[in-house]
């Protein structure tokens, strides 16, 4: 994302390094080339995003994330400022393209889904929509609705396949109300079953499951098998 930015608007992509001090930072961490290292920094950091790291994401962003040790070398604290410029970049970027046209809001519907999940506040979520930095509510719903159905629609195939393990757990959960009525019941106990799919990896197929017949000659339970 970032390198695309920098490749479509070079002079824009400059002038916010100007505002946020970036020559500054380059000859305070010297030595190395900077624009390799820029582009070194930039790759590692998006590579990891690509590997839907949402919370390391918006932990990096807020500078929740944990500052390099005392004993990191040079290298390490050059690498993490740059980050830090790249990030910066990338959320004013997002701003201003997401004010031009609403469809380009890949950055606000990260923060936005992240923000739904850790139950943030409704007028927060408000409040930073209308600022630029999120989707509005109605977006993330959607959105989230989508991944469902995308989601819902792998597990199927993933079934369908034949070439997965499934694993089910039974567990409680008290619903307490926090306004309790006449009308509603005194039971919040709830029992519930999750279950989970593991595709079957190491180059299985479903071929190599075709083992009913043996297993069956072999069971203890099988009048048929001599010494039963």
Known sequence: MAQDMEICVPELWRLLGIFLDEERT???????????????????????????????????????????SCGLDKRSHRHAAVIRIVRKKVVVMSILMQSMNQKANALQSIIGIFLQSAHTLQKVIDTLAHIGILILTEMINGAIRSLSAESQNHLQTLGQSLLTSYAYDNFD?????????????????????????????HGVTTKDLMCSEELWEQSVINSHVEGT
């Open 26 to 68: 380059r000859s305070v961490h010297e030595e190395d080339s900077s624009d390799s290292l820029l582009m070194e920094g930039d790759d590692s950091y998006w590579d990891a995003v690509d590997e839907i790291d949402l919370e390391g994401f918006i932990s990096g962003l807020t500078g929740e994330s944990s500052p390099p």
């Open 173 to 201: 959960v008290d619903l307490k109300s926090h306004l309790p009525t006449v009308e509603k019941s005194h039971n919040s106990l709830k029992h519930l079953t999750s279950g989970l799919l593991f595709p079957l990896g």
